[in-house]
């Protein structure tokens, strides 16, 4: 059962107990004839960190280029933290996505705890597209300045519209402040809503709306996003992945994200448009709803659109329209396709 289950929950198999022998035993015991069982099946959790820096030699002779790191305590010589950030990776990240990173911390339940440090970003048809991640050993400024310096080391840190989002982890916000002091830093609003408690944070939230309101967000990044969502899809991919100790979590992740690339390169092999799907159906959205927008052309390229409550200038030779949306998302909004439409420009 335990080969088959590995995270079986001792109630689980006290069910089984009950209904195969008739035989109920207390929680712990249980638990500690699981974790036996699985340290005889998978070998012990304590061995498993001996095995890091066999892993890292090993993913770094078949995976040349990329950049893979650990470190282990000075004190007791005990793990402490491994980042992954493999070629295909980072490739992927500056040829392929926008550049707004989602960054976030998830907790492990392995025998030694830890948490799961990890930065995601958006592909060309808005699918979660993984960057780096790392195991440490506690969420604090310290261990996301370690994360950091080392996307430094891949990324780069002189992207001029470079964007952050992420919840309000612990001292995530002054590592990024010190690593990439240029970069945009977003505060999931889903986030900031759950832990309004005080009737003065009403003016903190005022005073940098940056962080937060889609209108003051930094132009070129390619994506208007005020929540943190792409750290939801990750965390809820990798679920399985945060019972087991490190090296067992970083091969499971790695092979999740092999997996998935590769089935989303088969899947690009079939489309037979010139736009990826999110895109056509983005812009067949709002072409339908368009026919209510009244437009008056002023010169070849700009034209005035008004709507029920609103009224726009749209300059289509500068892909830009005084609604914002266009410059923030690197899509026609609403009023441009509507001037486009009525000019037979090509979509």
């Known amino acids: 059962m335990v080969k088959r289950y590995p995270d079986i929950p001792p109630k689980e198999i006290n069910s089984g107990l009950e209904k195969e022998f008739g035989l109920s035993l207390p929680y712990m015991k249980l638990w500690r004839a699981r974790e036996q069982a699985r340290d005889t099946i998978f070998g012990s959790v304590d061995d498993n960190y001996k095995w890091v820096p066999t892993m890292a030699a090993e993913l770094l002779d078949r995976n040349p280029v990329s950049y893979i790191t650990y470190t282990f305590n000075a004190t007791d010589n005990s793990f402490q933290r491994f980042y992954v950030s493999f070629k295909v990776y980072v490739d992927g990240f500056l040829y392929g996505c926008k550049p707004l990173i989602s960054l976030d911390a998830c907790h492990l339940k392995s025998k030694y705890l830890g948490v799961l440090l990890s930065a995601n970003s958006v592909d060309g048809n808005n699918g979660l597209f993984t960057i780096a991640f790392a195991v440490v050993e506690a969420e604090s400024k310290h261990s996301w300045s370690w994360f950091l310096k080392n996307m430094v080391e891949t990324i780069g840190s002189n992207l001029s519209t470079l964007s952050f989002i992420s919840d309000m982890e612990k001292g995530l916000g002054e590592a990024i402040k010190e690593i990439y002091p240029e970069a945009e830093h977003r505060i999931c609003i889903r986030h900031l809503w759950k832990n309004i408690k005080s009737p003065t944070l009403y003016s903190y939230l005022i005073s940098l709306p940056y ?17 943190n969502n792409f750290a939801e899809s990750f965390n809820a991919w990798i679920a399985d992945a945060r019972t087991k100790p490190a090296v067992d979590l970083i091969d499971l992740v790695r092979g999740k994200v092999m997996e998935q690339r590769a089935q989303r390169k088969m899947t ?33 390229f700009k034209a005035e659109v008004e709507g029920l409550h609103s009224r726009h200038i749209v300059d289509i030779e500068r892909k830009h329209c005084t609604c914002g949306v266009w410059q923030l998302i690197g899509l026609p909004c609403i009023h441009a396709v509507a001037f486009i439409g009525m000019k037979e420009h090509p979509l």
Do not use: C
């Open 268 to 300: 690009s092999l079939t489309w037979q448009r010139e736009l990826v799907p999110n895109v056509e159906e983005y812009i067949r959205d709002i072409t339908t709803r368009k026919d209510h927008l009244v437009v008056r052309q002023a010169s070849n």
């Open 211 to 227: 962080k937060w309101s889609r209108s003051q967000f930094m132009i070129g990044t390619g994506h208007a996003t005020n929540t």
